[in-house]
């Protein structure tokens, strides 16, 4: 059951949002945070928008009264609270799913222990958060010996403006192109 009724959601239909700065406030809501609308070709309207992201929070297990969701609403379309920059153009889409809501995320952590620890920070860095990691002696001191590289050249060609060669771990050389 959708917590936002179509007589409540219809009541703010011949309302405005108090987009402020001369309209600037709707002009970067527009260009930033409003989908497209994949059937009918056009951009999400503000109350599409919070709508999406009331719904998209009850998917991913927030516990909304009526009331509460209501409200929450109410206080979004006047512009007197706001939910993240990310759940503005997340929530309710299926990227939430695909990450189990890992992307709404700004900021990350972890000990650098094993190996597995940089795949998570990569994956977060990859995600658009920024990734805090401690690197202490005792956590570290298992982690392998990373062979000491002798020698990386770099060629100019014409398909890419620098070809950087270095040996891998059986001594051949691998190439990254820039």
Request: net charge negative; proline share 3%; aromatic share 12%.
């Amino acid at each position: 059951m959708a917590l936002l009724t179509e007589k409540f959601i219809n009541s703010y239909n011949s309302k405005t949002p108090p987009w402020g700065f001369s309209g600037l406030g709707e002009i970067v809501y527009l260009r930033t945070y409003s989908r497209k609308n994949n059937e009918t070709n056009k951009s999400e309207t503000w109350i599409e928008t919070i709508k999406r992201i009331i719904d998209g929070a009850v998917e991913i297990g927030v516990d909304f009264t009526q009331q509460e969701a209501e409200s929450l609403f109410d206080h979004m379309f006047n512009l007197r609270c706001s939910v993240s920059g990310r759940s503005l153009w997340q929530l309710g889409t299926p990227l939430v799913k695909s990450f189990s809501g890992t992307s709404l995320n700004n900021c990350f952590f972890t000990n650098i222990e094993k190996i597995e620890d940089f795949e998570l920070l990569f994956d977060y860095l990859m995600l658009g958060g920024g990734v805090g990691f401690s690197v202490e002696r005792s956590k570290i001191h298992d982690l392998p010996k990373i062979k000491n590289v002798k020698f990386i050249t770099a060629e100019r060609t014409p398909d890419a403006d620098l070809l950087f060669l270095t040996p891998d771990r059986a001594g051949e050389n691998c190439c990254i192109k820039y």
